[in-house]
């Protein structure tokens, strides 16, 4: 007990003091996972509406498929990534392994399944109430899911954050492609980890703590957004 | 509203470009070593030192002696530093790496429960120590990852005349130093470190050093580049300037003064 | 497209013919009104004119063409509007025909003008009032400017006001020379706004005739028990 208060007395101070090299290492987490969600954005919520809407046979071995992989662990896609990137590897030659750039590829692998997944039931559901009305617009099944992505896009928020809080608090693949290199591509779940094995819990609830609190952060904006947005289009 | 989507898109992409062009703008390369040099903070200490006189940014990746390798072997690194004799030796005669340079020592140390229920403090040498665990089955945590601790710990165990395979009281952790300490000062149990990483480690709980100083526990650390011949994309001269520096005069003075309190962890080897 | 010919539709739902030999012949103009008591099979009648069922058997001829991409439309019962502005919800049927997008919020704006909702373009359709939705689910057909519009009960549970808006809608859609079909419980409406009556009970058409005549004379049981089921209390006011 004496230890947490220790390490939750010295989070705080770790805060208050704003250390630069912290605020560095939040930064890089924010972009990577942001980007890594970005793409999960732009593949993940088309693909899920697809299959939320579409209708063709073997549709349901890919949904069963698709929500398996949302618990995929992240070090098993840490290592693949790691495979396909190494030199030895099919793209070693581009040299990516131990770079940010590794890392948002790693998580945008971990964010998709997840995003979809989630885009495929919301979309889903809206289809639904829409199918008779779409049709007897004459939509085609593509635009439909044009539509329907648009008319969802409030809920479709919760797909979002909820691939935005699997990649920032990921740590298996970051750890694995991107090397944990000082000043290079230290985020902040290796860094916890890092600090964790050197035996120094009290830094790392200190930077856990941070990472808490800029996901509930990016939550509490996300749900200021929907609230404003329900109320205009409610 | 697309107009803005397009610019975010555009915005990201390029910060992204930016952050990574920003990490590679210098001249740099990837350093493979063990998780005791980095999180003994050596590192920290004096690659600002070389980074500041070369102009040549090294990046590490700790891992355990035994990945290393393996990354080395995969060309994803383009320096090694890691303590594994055997393996390294074995490494350079396979032609993966390029001439093996004695960098730096530090020793082995047992740790254990300050209570010290095996007796290890009273032991007349390595073997002995190792010997005295066994008979007494106190519980003991292998790192168990292929490292250069675990191989001088199983090393240590065979000369000391004990098969550990399947022992009741022998864990194997699977982690690197920090967590396997942390393991064993969660069940106050017995282990080997390296002195470095035991230094910075504060964790400790229970834990003490029960045994150390036999020259049998000397831990040399070794350099090398892995093989352009083989990679071709190593970078040759910025690695061959790396291993020039850490071996030399001003790289031993940078080992040397490393300290933590007033201990120096790591002992340069003059060639 | 007119004139259209129906003949001896049947679809099957849980074992039970909802359409048992439906057919129906309709010219090219005017108001029917389609009559009969719940699950006679009228919606699902108007489902397969819109094309959103497929038929088990039978044959429903174009005008001895075939049936036509576009130019039906359908208002159902309790039309489903996006979260968007009503201008959005009505620019949106314009899609499917490829109109370019200026075009589109012309229309748009000028069937929102003739419904009354024009101050409301730019409100959420999910804001308006059951008569307000209805309304906008007419524009939204309207826009499209369809051959044959179908309506399925547009204004069950609409209060008195908001049924004669929406009963002046369909006139003026129907003096554009659109064809309507439309069900409905509302005997008083189907007086105010039939040209024809199709009275389908038990997945058939009992009767087809002119609506004073229907009215006054049916020709069918079926459609007596009908009608008197639901005229007395209506006639006592």
């Known amino acids: 007990m004496n230890g947490l208060s220790l390490a939750f007395s010295e989070a705080f101070s770790l805060l208050a003091g704003f250390d630069h090299r912290v605020a560095e290492i939040v930064l890089l987490s924010l972009q990577v996972s942001g980007l890594a969600v970005l793409f999960g954005t732009l593949i993940g919520l088309p693909l899920g509406a697809c299959l939320g809407v579409g209708r063709f046979p073997g549709r349901q071995v890919l949904v069963v498929l698709l929500n398996g992989c949302m618990g995929l662990p992240s070090v098993v896609v840490g290592v693949v990534v790691y495979l396909i990137l190494s030199r030895s590897g099919p793209l070693g030659e581009f040299g990516l392994l131990y770079s940010a750039t590794a890392m948002v590829i790693a998580q945008t692998f971990l964010v998709v399944p997840l995003m979809a997944a989630i885009a495929r039931q919301v979309v889903e559901d809206a289809w639904r109430d829409y199918e008779e009305e779409l049709t007897a617009m004459r939509f085609r099944w593509f635009d439909s899911v044009r539509v329907l992505l648009h008319d969802c896009r409030h809920s479709l928020m919760v797909a979002v954050l909820a691939g935005l809080g699997r990649a920032m608090s990921e740590v298996g693949a970051v750890m694995i492609v991107g090397g944990n290199i000082d000043r290079s591509t230290r985020v902040m779940t290796t860094a916890i980890a890092l600090e964790t094995s050197k035996g120094d819990l009290p830094l790392a609830i200190a930077l856990g703590t941070v990472l808490l609190g800029v996901i509930l952060l990016l939550n509490a904006v996300a749900y200021v957004l929907r609230q404003w947005a329900t109320r205009r289009y409610a | ?271 | 497209m007119f004139p259209l010919r129906v003949s001896d539709l049947r679809w099957h739902a849980a074992g039970r013919a909802v359409l048992d030999g439906l057919s129906l012949e309709l010219g090219g103009e005017g108001i029917t009104i389609l009559l009969g008591p719940n699950g006679a099979g009228k919606s699902v009648f108007l489902r397969t004119l819109c094309g959103l069922l497929e038929p088990d058997a039978g044959h429903i001829d174009w005008g001895g063409a075939a049936r036509p991409e576009f130019g039906v439309a359908m208002v159902f019962q309790q039309p489903k509007m996006l979260r968007d502005s009503l201008l959005g919800n009505v620019e949106l049927a314009l899609r499917p025909l490829k109109v370019p997008a200026a075009e589109r919020q012309a229309r748009a704006r000028a069937v929102l003008e003739r419904v009354g909702l024009l101050h409301r373009a730019r409100d959420s359709a999910r804001s308006l009032s059951g008569g307000e939705r209805q309304r906008l689910a007419l524009a939204r057909a309207w826009v499209t400017r369809p051959r044959l519009l179908l309506l399925d009960e547009p204004t069950a549970s609409l209060d008195p006001s908001s049924v004669e808006a929406i009963e002046r809608i369909v006139r003026e859609i129907r003096t554009e020379g659109t064809r309507i079909l439309m069900t409905t419980h509302n005997l008083g409406q189907a007086t105010r706004l039939a040209d024809d009556v199709v009275f389908i009970d038990a997945g058939r058409v009992c009767e087809h005739a002119p609506v004073q005549r229907f009215f006054a004379r049916p020709a069918s049981p079926a459609a007596r028990l009908y009608i008197q089921g639901e005229l007395p209390w209506r006639m006592a006011f």
């Open chain 2, 1 to 271: 509203m697309a107009n803005g989507v397009l610019k975010f898109l555009t915005s990201a992409v390029f910060s992204v470009t930016a952050m990574v062009s920003a990490a590679q703008a210098g001249e740099s390369i990837v350093l493979a070593s063990t998780t005791s040099t980095e999180q003994s903070g050596l590192f920290n200490f004096i690659l600002p030192i070389f980074e500041k006189s070369s102009g040549i940014a090294v990046k590490v990746v700790a891992l355990g002696t035994g990945q290393a390798l393996d990354v080395g072997k995969r060309g994803d690194a383009d320096v090694l530093l890691v303590h594994d004799r055997a393996a390294e030796d074995k490494f350079v005669a396979e032609g993966y790496g390029v001439e093996r340079k004695d960098v730096m020592y530090n020793d082995f140390v047992l740790v254990g429960p300050a209570a010290d229920a095996a007796g290890v403090k009273g032991a007349k040498d390595t073997a002995d120590a190792f010997g005295r665990i066994a008979k007494k089955g106190s519980n003991w945590v292998s790192r168990g990852d292929r490292s250069g601790t675990h191989a001088a710990e199983l090393r240590f165990w065979g000369s000391a005349g004990v098969d550990v395979k399947g022992q009741g009281w022998y864990k194997e952790a699977g982690a690197g130093m920090g967590p396997t300490l942390n393991m064993a000062a969660g069940m106050g149990a017995y282990t080997l470190a390296d002195r470095g990483t035991w230094a910075s480690f504060k964790n400790r709980q229970d834990l003490t050093i029960v045994y150390a100083g036999d020259p049998k526990l000397y831990n040399p650390y070794g350099v090398m580049l892995v093989n352009p011949a083989r990679h071709p994309h190593v970078k040759k001269a910025a690695g061959e300037k790396f291993i020039a520096w850490i071996t030399s005069p001003d790289g031993r003075r940078a080992i040397s003064a490393y300290k933590i309190g007033n201990e120096q962890l790591f002992y340069p080897l003059s060639r």
